[in-house]
Each structure stands twice: as structure tokens, then as C-alpha cells.
């Protein structure tokens, strides 16, 4: 059907969704916040009041800084705003402070560090093959704005729980968007600042190596001038970088900052198991250590008394398989992002094939990765969006990844007040991603095959029994993390035949780079 | 897309501002001894479950009626005695007679959210989506669109999840109620509105319209014979509406004059606070409310609501085709509101008039961050659908520029309730101005481009 009215002002219905979005995240000031908030604000309190010498040292709060010196600077830039909301938020004694006003310029912040994600959507939307002539909710820019600007995870993950991941991920996406518009050295540059405000993005960083190496220092074609200048410039990047750092510390804070950055005392798993590898191998020790009990081929004695299931976040062993270091998790995700890389090495496929292998590094470091966060699992849902858009594979593939991933950043919220809040949000972008992929793929058939179909509708019994039923239960004194561990062991196989799925996928796609002219 | 899926959309998008608007403060939040309307519904399940039918309305000693005491008809009554049941399941303590007045706690905020919510979902939101589905003209879109600007509508969800009200429930059968006699039942369209009645006597509103709707169209199927017959099961399905709604108030006399004593409240004046409507804004220039004497004033108002509605129930009752319908619902409602007695600012429930209240309430953010929303999607929604633009947009500054001036400029020392008094007749002059138009537009019926031809 036509609408009655002509599309006038093509850009109107973009400024409208990022304006109906704030609006909800304002709607959100007042929700549940996490202790990330106490982190942020003790990080305003201490970039304020001390010399930047000490960020790395100060202690006297639990949150210490654990982010790269830009994000510091960041955080620094925002305290001189701060002063104006309230005073007693930067004193760094003031230890879970939380005044209204507090609330307000820290949520604010959120809110408004988001305009950079809104400028990065649209320019990837600029780098969309457009189909002309649909009408707009059957556009693709319209969907890839609507899964990026009202993305699940993002709203709740920023404007409940608390972070700054729409900024981070607008820089990440703004740099996918350079790429794509074979601006190389600004997307370069954008990756450098994104590493240095957030470090868990060296995730993806071997993509970018391997891609840049490859299509702009190294290229088959015969301008070799080009190229190594190309090279230069990336390796002035590098030492700008390295300049930059210096320029901010004294050289014998690097190992401080590093100690900070990567801190490996923290277990194998997260109190709440991040729906990776890890939490298969998990369960499957505990079953084989019950089942090993009961046909007598383990002594019980024998056994380490707590597990993992005692949800703490401490280093425990395994009992019946060999128990995992961080040496091995590394070793397994070199492993698994290999064949990618090489991939990318000998068949370039031009940008699309870089956020390919962009998104199963990120993948494959969040299904192997030591301690990972459930939300990792955003950094892998999001650069998918673009592919989603484009391709019938792709679509189906972030359909199973999405709806599995934002499902297990549900116990993230965990108060009553926001339960409502996060089923009606879910729905919404489910919904909503379901169909408008549904129907803009819909030639070829249905997009998800039963047995996936009903795996995903497994998601709601599962959400029922561990958040409505199992409360009610006697067990829920006696085992209380079993339903997240089901939720997280659940999830688990969806995000894992996700990344099989990528994976034949880009190793199965053919070459177009040259059928590919445009951007 | 299709319709079911983007009109999930709207629905879910309308029950997360509606949530997420419940975590902000209610009436009377920490304001003892009195508290606010939350308390007052509290206090209703608590004296509904603990006290005996013939209880309720009365002044006993278990019963203060100068606390909070109920001043809505029976159906009020009976939902809070379900809400009570099942709040004495989660915790007795919410419902205890006389120890519990006052309470106040996360948990028992949430039951209270989660009973608004409850009732909204059962009966306001399934009455709106059929409404803008059967009832909206246009393309599917245009109902989707008109779908969600109802159910984004501020009024509604500030007084319902902010303030906190059950105005969902009596709106709600209300528009069934619209919705049966639209679609051609018209006993179960008087069989919801009856119930709306019943629910809050504000419905009255709505009742001449209703009245004059049903009436003519009898007579115009003739008086003897099928229109006579008509007549005869509608009167008949309200009355035992009625009947079995005041059930248990009818063993005595005195019950239901109580009762009415109750909801009609004659010995207060002719308003109360600072309402948008004429006696109020009269009152600023001619302090009516103490030169005339208590009859005089009833007099007043109740001739002029009888002038003002009679033109449009006339007009309906010589037409009644739903167009027409729709229009006397407004014309009506908008008469009530501006000259009957005692009237109350959430009569009009609409957004940006009612800010001195929900200043009140600690519910700012909430406010501006929905009339700002709802405001921006109406017309942007409008001017793309209906292709105009220019006059409604100077409107977006106008009320920007008030509530801003309201919020932050101190008034001067003499006049302390300036703002809420200018806002208060600026809204009237709107009314005023809006009940012209709809009126004049009903009667005259100016050439409409599309000619809707819904059968009865």
C-alpha cells in the first residue's frame, strides 16, 4: 500500500526514531541503576580531584579505574560539567553517592554521549545498498536504524544498568562506516581512539590488523608506492598513539595501568556465566562429576567442595574435566578466529567481508574468551545488524544471535520494578526484527527453519519457570543460581550454532569483490 | 509490515512509557497525614475487605468518611475489594483495618502499579486497538498511527501511573461501550457504558449522548413495532445493569441516598482548586463563589450545562449516525467540564493543563518528557499523514515556552498563584474556543471528503 502522503523529507522519520528513543531513555532516568554507576561516578570523583599521575593508583574505592586513559580523560571532561549538577558527587569520599541530581547528570550523560551513535548509524546507513521505490518501514535503512537506535541490549545495558556503550559502539560503528566508504585512514584512526577509550574492542582488533595489512599496506595491485604509504600512515598512527600515552604518564605507569586493565585474578566465568563455551564445559563437568558419583566411578571425597555454581566470582577448579587457565582461553580463541583471518588474508571480499570476520572475532572471543561479561555479546550483535539488512543468511543468523544474546542479558535486571520493562522492550525489538527481516527477505521462503523457530520460542517457558515458577518453588533457597545457569547454559547453544553458522558463511561465500562497485 | 505485528509495536511501546512512568513518584508520596489519591485507594481496600457492605458509604466508627471515605459508585468499590483479596494473599499488612493507613513501601508501590496495569491491559487496550481497527477511516497505517498517538496520550497515563488513578477502567468500558453501539450492539454497548457509569460517576459525561444516540435511532426504526422493541431491551439491560451493580445497597432506603450523598457532593462549592473552567476563571474577575448563594449557584451551572449540551443531543437525536455520535460525546463532555459543579481537573485529562498537578506529585520529569513526546509523534505523525503543517506547529513552542515559564520564573509575592491561574484560564479560553468549533461543526455539518458510510 501507498501512504497518503509523499516521503518529503527523507531524513524526518530518522531525527523522529532518535528523538522517540531518548524520550524513553529519559523515561528511564529513575529505573534501577547498577554499582557501574558508583564505578562512573567514583571515576568523576577521582579524574576531578587528583592529578592525573594518580588515576591508576587511587584506591579508596573498591571501582578502581579499569579503562584506558582516554576513557579517563573522558570521564574528566564530564566531571567539569558535573560541578554544575552537584557538588558532593566529586569528592571522592562520597562513596555511593546518588543524590537526584546525581542521577539525573549521570543519566543525562548517557543520553547525550549517544548522539555519537546516532551519527554513526546514519552514516552506516549511507553505506546501504538502497532499494528505491519501498516504502519506509520496508526500507533497509529504516530497519538497520530502528535494530541499532531502539537495539535491546543497548537501551538497557546504557540506561538501566548503567554504562556508556552507545557512545563506544557509535565510535566502533562510525569507524565500520569509513571502511565502508573506503575512507581507510579515518576508520583507522577511530579504531586507535576506540581502543584507547574502551580495551575489551582488542576483541576485534586482529580483524582490523589483518584487514588493513592486507587491502591497504600489501595490496596485489601494482601501485606498491601506494600502498607502503598507505602502511606509513597507519604505522604514524601507531606512534601517535604511543606518544600520546607517554605524553601522559610517567613511562613506569604502563605497567600499573596494564595491572589494572587485564586483571587476571578474576575467575573463569563471571558469577553469573556468560552463555559462552565455558558455561557448556561447566555443565558438562557437573554432570559428568553427579553421574560419575552415582555409577561409583568418583569418590565424592575426592571431589573439590564448591563449584562453579556457587556463583562466586573466584578461581575454582573443574572436577572431572582438566580445569582451564587463562593461557588455554587465549590459545582456544586465537584458534577459533584463525581460519577467519586467513579467510580475510587470501580472500579480501571487500569491506562486507571485513565485518564479517569483524563480528566472529568479537564472536569467537566471547565464546572462549577468560571471564567475559554477558554483555560482550553486544559487540558481536550490533556490526551483524549491518550484515543483516543486506543478506537472506546473515538476517537468519542475527535473528538466532540477537534474540538468544539479549535473552541472557535479562538477569542483568533482576529487580521487580524493572521486569515489566525489560519483557515489553524485549518483545518490541523481537517483534520488530522478526518481521521487518521476515518481510524484507520475504522471496525464498520462510527465514527460520522449525527447529530453530522452536528454539527460540523455548525462550519463553524458560523465562516463565526461572523468573515466575522457580521463586515459588522450595528449591529456591536450596539452589538458587539454577535458573542462570539454565538461562546462561540455553542461551549457550544458541550464540554457539550462531557462530557455526558465520563461520560456514564466510567460508562458504563466494569472491564479489568485483561485482561489488558501489558502496 | 503487517497490521498485527506494528500494532503489538504501538502496544508495547504504550506499556513501557505507562511503566516506566510508574517508577516516579505518586499523590501524596511521604506527605502524612493526609497523603493523596494513592492512600485513598489504599484505604478503600481496606475498608472494603474489612467492612460490611452497609459499612462502606457510611460515617461509622470503623469508617472515617472524612479520611479518604469512598465517593465513587459501587464497581469502584468492588474492584478494590478483588485488589484487597489478593493484597492480603501478598501481604496483610496492606490491608489492616486502621493499622495500615499511611503505608508506604517499594513493594506495595509495585502491587499497586501492577493493579493499574492489570486493568489497562484488560480493558482499555483491547477497546482502543478495536476501536482505531474498525473505526479509524484511512489507511492501515493511519490506524496504527492514530493507535499509537491514543495510547501514547499523557493525560492518561500521568494520572493513571503517575498520580495514580483508575481512570483506564471507567474510559475504557466507556469506549466499548462506543465501540458496541459503533459496530451495531447496541445492548452490550449499553451494557459496558452502564458499567462505566457505575465505575465513576463522571461518565455522565458521556450519558446524554449516549441517551440521545440510542433514542433516536428507536424512533427512527418507529416507535411502534422493531424501534419500540428496541427501546425496550436497552432500557431493560440497563436497568438490570444497575440493579445488579446496587445489588446490595437496595435492602435499605437510606443506602442508596447515602451513596448518591456521596457521590454528588453538593455542600462543597462550586469548585474546588484551580480547574479550567468557567466558574473558576470567572471567579477571578466576580468572586461568584461568595456572592451567590449555594442554590443560586447550582441553578447556574446547571442551566447553563443544559444550554450548552442541548443543541448537539438535539442535533443527535434528530441524526443519530455515529459521526454525529462521536462529536456530542465532545461537545458533551466539554459543557460538563467547563459549567457543572465541583468539577475536578482530571475531568479533562489533558496533558499540558494539568501541570500544576502533577508539579505537585513530584511527577515533572515524567510529564514534560511525555507531553513532549506525545506532542512531537501527533504532529509529526499528523502533518505526514493528513498533509498539514503550518498551524499546529507554532502550537509545540507555545506550550514549550508556559510549562518552562511555570517551572523556573518565581511569581511575584502578591500573587502566588499566578501561574496556575493563568494556565488555568488559558486553558479555559482553549475549551471555550473547542467547544464552539465541535459545536458548530456538528450542527452544520460542513461537506466531509469522504462519505463514511458505517451501517448500524
Known amino acids: ?519 | 509490515m503487517e497490521n498485527w505485528s506494528l500494532f503489538s509495536l504501538c502496544v508495547l511501546l504504550g506499556l513501557t512509557s505507562r511503566w516506566a512512568v510508574s517508577f516516579h513518584s505518586y499523590s501524596g508520596a511521604g506527605k502524612p497525614p493526609m497523603f493523596g489519591d494513592y492512600e485513598a485507594q489504599r484505604h478503600w481496600q481496606e475498608v472494603t475487605y474489612n467492612l460490611p457492605v452497609h459499612e462502606w458509604y457510611f460515617n461509622t466508627t470503623n469508617n472515617d468518611l472524612n479520611y479518604w471515605g469512598l465517593d465513587y459508585p459501587p464497581l469502584t468499590a468492588y474492584h478494590s475489594l478483588v485488589c484487597a483479596y489478593v493484597a492480603k494473599l501478598l501481604n496483610p499488612e496492606w490491608v489492616e483495618l486502621h493499622a495500615s493507613r499511611g503505608y508506604e513501601s517499594h513493594s506495595h508501590k509495585l502491587f499497586m502499579r501492577a493493579t493499574v496495569l492489570f486493568t489497562d491491559i484488560l480493558i482499555y487496550i483491547p477497546a482502543v486497538l478495536l476501536y482505531c481497527f474498525y473505526f479509524c477511516d484511512g489507511f492501515s497505517k493511519q490506524k496504527v498511527a492514530t493507535a499509537l498517538c491514543i495510547l501514547l496520550y499523557p493525560g492518561l497515563i500521568l494520572i493513571d501511573y503517575g498520580h495514580f488513578q483508575y481512570n483506564s477502567v471507567s474510559l475504557g468500558l466507556a469506549l466499548w461501550g462506543i465501540l458496541g453501539l459503533g459496530l451495531g450492539w447496541d445492548l452490550f454497548g449499553s451494557l459496558a457504558f452502564t458499567l462505566a457509569l457505575n465505575y465513576k460517576q463522571m461518565e455522565l459525561y458521556h450519558s446524554l449522548p449516549f441517551f440521545c444516540y440510542l433514542l433516536g435511532k428507536c424512533i427512527k426504526q418507529g416507535l411502534i413495532g422493531r424501534g419500540f422493541f428496541q427501546l425496550a431491551k436497552i432500557s431493560l439491560t440497563v436497568l438490570v445493569t444497575f440493579a445488579l451493580c446496587w445489588m446490595p445497597f437496595l435492602s435499605d432506603p437510606k443506602q442508596p441516598l447515602q451513596v448518591l450523598h456521596r457521590l454528588f457532593p453538593f455542600g462543597r462549592g462550586l469548585f474546588e482548586d484551580k480547574v479550567a473552567n468557567t466558574w473558576c476563571s470567572l471567579n477571578v474577575l466576580i468572586k461568584i463563589k461568595t456572592l451567590l448563594s449555594r442554590e443560586t449557584q447550582l441553578f447556574l451551572s446547571f442551566a447553563l450545562t443544559l444550554l450548552f449540551i442541548l443543541p448537539s443531543s438535539l442535533k443527535l437525536l434528530s441524526k443519530p449516525n455515529l459521526w454525529q455520535f462521536k462529536l456530542a460525546l465532545v461537545n458533551s463532555s466539554l459543557a460538563f467540564f467547563l459549567f457543572s459543579f465541583q468539577v475536578h481537573e482530571k475531568s479533562i485529562l489533558l496533558a499540558a493543563f494539568m501541570l500544576p498537578l502533577l508539579v505537585k506529585d513530584g511527577l515533572l520529569l515524567p510529564y514534560v518528557v511525555t507531553s513532549l513526546a506525545f506532542l512531537f509523534l501527533s504532529l509529526y505523525l499528523l502533518s505526514h499523514l493528513t498533509r498539514t503543517n503550518e498551524p499546529l506547529f507554532w502550537y509545540f513552542p507555545f506550550l514549550v515556552i508556559s510549562v518552562a515559564t511555570f517551572v523556573w520564573l518565581e511569581p511575584p509575592a502578591k500573587f502566588p498563584d499566578l501561574f496556575p491561574v493563568l494556565v488555568s484560564i488559558l486553558s479555559f479560553l482553549h475549551f471555550l474556543g473547542f467547544i464552539i468549533y465541535f459545536n458548530l461543526v456538528q450542527l452544520m455539518e460542513p461537506q466531509r471528503k469522504k462519505s463514511q458510510k458505517k451501517t448500524n
Open chain 1, 1 to 519: 500500500t501507498v501512504m497518503a502522503a509523499p516521503v518529503t523529507n527523507d531524513q524526518s522519520w530518522f531525527f523522529a526514531l532518535a528523538l522517540g528513543v531518548s524520550f524513553l531513555k529519559c523515561l528511564l532516568i529513575n529505573a534501577y541503576h547498577s554499582t557501574d554507576f558508583e564505578v562512573h561516578r567514583n571515576w568523576l570523583a577521582l579524574t576531578h580531584s587528583l592529578p592525573a599521575a594518580q588515576w591508576y593508583y587511587e584506591a579508596t574505592s573498591e571501582w578502581t579505574l579499569d579503562y584506558p586513559p582516554l576513557f579517563a580523560w573522558f570521564e574528566y571532561g564530564l566531571s567539569h560539567i558535573a560541578r554544575f549538577f552537584d557538588k558532593e558527587m566529586l569528592v571522592v569520599q562520597n562513596l555511593n553517592y546518588a543524590s537526584p541530581a546525581t542521577i539525573l547528570f549521570q543519566r543525562l550523560s548517557v543520553i547525550v554521549a549517544d548522539v555519537v551513535f546516532f551519527y554513526a548509524v546514519k552514516e552506516c546507513c549511507k553505506s546501504l545498498r538502497e532499494d528505491k521505490g519501498k516504502d519506509l518501514l520496508g526500507k533497509p535503512s529504516f530497519i538497520l536504524t530502528v535494530l541499532l537506535l531502539w537495539n535491546f541490549g543497548l537501551l538497557i545495558v546504557d540506561h538501566i544498568h548503567f554504562q556508556y556503550n552507545g557512545f563506544l559502539f557509535g565510535v566502533l560503528l562510525l569507524s565500520i562506516a569509513r571502511h565502508f566508504q573506503n575512507r581507510h585512514f579515518e576508520g583507522a584512526l577511530l579504531f586507535s581512539i576506540l581502543l584507547n577509550l574502551k580495551h575489551i574492542y582488542l576483541y576485534i582488533a586482529p580483524a582490523y590488523g589483518i584487514y588493513l595489512l592486507r587491502c591497504f599496506c600489501f595490496t596485489q595491485s601494482n601501485d606498491n608506492i601506494w600502498s607502503r604509504y598507505n602502511y606509513l600512515k597507519i604505522w604514524n598512527l601507531r606512534r601517535f598513539i604511543d606518544k600520546f600515552y607517554s605524553s601522559l604518564f610517567i613511562k613506569g605507569q604502563l605497567p600499573q595501568v596494564l595491572s589494572r586493565l587485564f586483571p587476571f585474578k578474576r575467575g573463569l566465568c563471571h558469577a553469573y556465566w556468560a552463555p559462552n563455551i565455558w558455561a557448556l564445559y561447566n555443565i558438562a563437568d557437573k554432570a559428568f562429576s553427579i553421574l560419575g558419583v552415582k555409577f561409583k566411578l568418583l569418590d565424592i571425597n575426592k571431589l573439590p567442595k564448591a563449584s562453579m555454581t556457587g556463583g562466586l566470582v573466584q578461581e575454582f577448579q573443574h572436577s572431572v574435566l582438566p580445569s582451564v587457565s587463562p593461557l588455554a582461553t587465549l590459545v582456544c580463541t586465537v584458534l577459533s578466529i584463525l581460519p577467519a583471518l586467513f579467510r580475510i588474508w587470501h580472500r579480501p571480499n571487500g569491506a562486507r567481508g571485513f565485518l564479517r570476520c569483524l563480528v566472529i572475532c568479537a564472536l569467537g572471543s566471547f565464546m572462549f574468551g577468560w571471564h567475559v561479561h554477558e554483555k560482550a555479546i553486544l559487540m558481536a550483535i550490533l556490526p551483524l545488524s549491518l550484515l543483516a539488512v543486506e543478506s537472506r543468511e546473515d538476517a537468519r543468523i542475527f535473528l538466532i544471535l540477537s534474540i538468544t544474546g539479549h535473552y541472557s542479558l535479562f538477569p542483568l535486571l533482576f529487580t521487580t520494578q524493572e521486569l515489566p520493562i525489560k519483557i515489553f522492550l524485549m518483545l518490541l525489538f523481537t517483534i520488530f526484527s522478526l518481521t521487518s527481516l521476515k518481510t524484507l527477505f520475504r522471496k525464498g521462503g520462510a527465514l527460520l527453519n522449525p527447529l530453530e523457530a522452536t528454539y527460540l520460542l523455548g525462550l519463553i517457558p524458560l523465562e516463565l519457570i526461572c523468573e515466575f515458577v522457580y521463586p515459588l518453588t522450595v528449591w529456591q533457597k536450596t539452589f538458587p543460581f539454577l535458573p542462570l545457569m539454565l538461562t546462561s547454559v540455553y542461551c549457550a547453544l544458541g550464540v554457539t550454532y550462531a557462530f557455526i553458522r558465520l563461520y560456514i558463511s564466510l567460508l562458504t561465500c563466494s569472491d564479489s569483490t568485483k561485482k561489488i562497485k558501489t558502496q
